[in-house]
């Protein structure tokens, strides 16, 4: 996978602020194997959204290719009025560009349609790391205390930060 935006690279030099060093974000990003995801994806029923550019075709006789934008993962919660956002990444170059919100929204959708109507009111959470803080904001979190990610061996501050969203009607 590389670096992912929300993790530590996702800031260009010179603008916005980093929160990770660069070892940091190696360790962080480094330990991830897309060869250990299929498996997990596959023996959970948590929800995983991908968002990928439009196909191109680099030489006529090539093959098309897919570029990853970013990725979303939903856990699955056994109580209706809670949803836990596990990750929400997109590519450093495709930041700022709506993928993030796509993904979000992609993800309330699923939300309420796993979920239904049976509460009155249902909490989304998440531990941003803290380069994704102005992210989540933008779509309504706020931060409710300092937490830690235990990553590579060492432990990376982050956010804990929740949504509090009164429930819709059904899905029509």
């Known amino acids: 996978l590389g670096t992912v935006g929300g993790v530590g690279g996702g800031q260009e ?3 916005g602020r980093y929160f990770y060093t660069p070892a940091e974000t190696q360790r962080w990003a480094g330990r ?6 299929v ?9 995983f959204i991908v968002a990928e550019a439009l196909p191109t075709r680099v030489e006529s006789d090539q093959p098309t290719r897919t570029t990853l934008l970013g990725f979303a993962h939903l856990k699955d919660e ?3 009025s809670e949803v836990e956002v596990m990750g929400l ?7 700022r560009k709506g993928v993030g919100r796509a993904l979000f929204g992609e993800l309330q959708r699923r939300a309420q349609m796993r979920c239904g109507t049976n509460a009155s009111s249902r909490t989304w959470r998440v531990s941003a790391t803290l380069n994704a803080v102005p ?8 931060a409710v205390q300092d937490g830690s990610h235990c990553a590579g061996g060492q432990t990376l501050r982050c956010m804990l930060m ?3 969203d009164p429930m819709p009607g ?3």
């Open 78 to 80: 056994e109580r209706d």
């Open 13 to 15: 030099e010179g603008k």
């Open 32 to 37: 991830q194997e897309a060869r250990k995801y």
């Open 162 to 164: 929740e949504r509090r």
């Open 135 to 142: 992210f989540y904001e933008s779509v309504g979190f706020t």
């Open 170 to 172: 059904p899905l029509s």
């Open 39 to 47: 498996p997990f994806i596959q023996s959970t029923r948590d929800d």
């Open 89 to 95: 990444y997109v590519l450093p170059s495709a930041q």
